[in-house]
């Protein structure tokens, strides 16, 4: 089992750039297969971005490539998110998740969840 806390949100005008973090308890960390997922005011949750054990298969929605970068170091079980060029529509709840199936598509396979942390862009 793992438990996951999220860190690094916040309000930020639009242009400027933020890092999430993701911390991870157990130790099997390694295994698992992270995702970044946001959650804007009446929209559905999505998947913007995820890393496998090694960190050598990499997700990015459309909407976050080129902007957003996924990294993680198993020895302080943290991922981040490397948020640039941030945009009003990058509001959300920010979330990241645990699986430990390998797949850095899949959505519907994670098992453990943090509760989130708010990123406010303002225009």
């Known amino acids: 089992q793992v438990q996951l806390v999220e860190s690094g949100g916040g309000l930020v005008q639009a242009g400027s750039s933020l890092r999430l973090s993701c911390a991870a308890s157990?130790?099997?960390?390694?295994?698992?297969?992270i995702g970044w997922f946001r959650q804007a005011p009446g929209k559905e949750r999505e998947l913007i971005a995820a890393?496998?054990?090694?960190?050598?298969?990499?997700y990015y929605a459309d909407s976050v490539k080129g902007r957003f970068t996924i990294s993680r170091d198993n020895a302080k079980s943290t991922v981040y998110l490397q948020m640039n060029s941030l945009k009003p529509d990058d509001t959300a709840v920010y979330y990241c998740?645990?699986?430990?199936?390998?797949?850095?598509?899949?959505?519907?396979?994670?098992?453990?969840w943090g509760r989130g942390t708010q990123v406010t862009v303002s225009s």
């Open positions: 998740a645990a699986k430990t199936t390998t797949s850095v598509i899949s959505t519907n396979d994670y098992r453990y």
């Open positions: 157990g130790r099997t960390f390694g295994i698992y297969t």
């Open positions: 890393i496998n054990w090694s960190g050598s298969s990499l």
